[in-house]
């Protein structure tokens, strides 16, 4: 069974950076590519970014391309989020995610098995 422990979320304003952080359990973290996603009161769970198993391949969605990075670091199992420029509209919480298959990328949630429980980012205008 796999952990995702997500840790880093905060009340900041705009502008504001944070990291977030996911631990992962498990022997086998480099051998999946994990990913962020985050849900927004009232809307749908939505793709942030992903990074392959060895971290050399990331991918980004519009909103949050040149702001945030994501990364990983295989002999910790985890995979972090760094969030530069906070939006108020990057107001959520974020989960991390381990994808199921090989393909890269992957932007749908259902591709993903296993979930961390969240964290909170909230930013003030």
């Known amino acids: 069974q796999v952990q995702l422990v997500e840790s880093g979320g905060g009340l900041v304003e705009a502008g504001a950076s944070l990291r977030l952080s996911c631990a992962a359990s498990?022997?086998?973290?480099?051998?999946?590519?994990m990913g962020w996603f985050r849900q927004a009161a009232g809307k749908e769970r939505e793709f942030v970014a992903a990074?392959?198993?060895?971290?050399?391949?990331?991918y980004y969605a519009d909103y949050v391309k040149g702001r945030f990075t994501i990364s990983r670091d295989n002999a910790e199992n985890t995979v972090y989020l760094q969030m530069n420029s906070l939006k108020p509209e990057d107001t959520a919480i974020y989960y991390c995610?381990?994808?199921?298959?090989?393909?890269?990328?992957?932007?749908?949630?259902?591709?993903?098995?296993?979930w961390g429980q969240g964290t909170q980012v909230t930013v003030s205008s």
């Open positions: 995610a381990r994808e199921k298959g090989p393909i890269f990328p992957t932007m749908r949630a259902d591709s993903y098995d296993y």
């Open positions: 498990g022997r086998t973290f480099s051998n999946y590519i």
């Open positions: 990074v392959s198993g060895s971290g050399s391949r990331v």
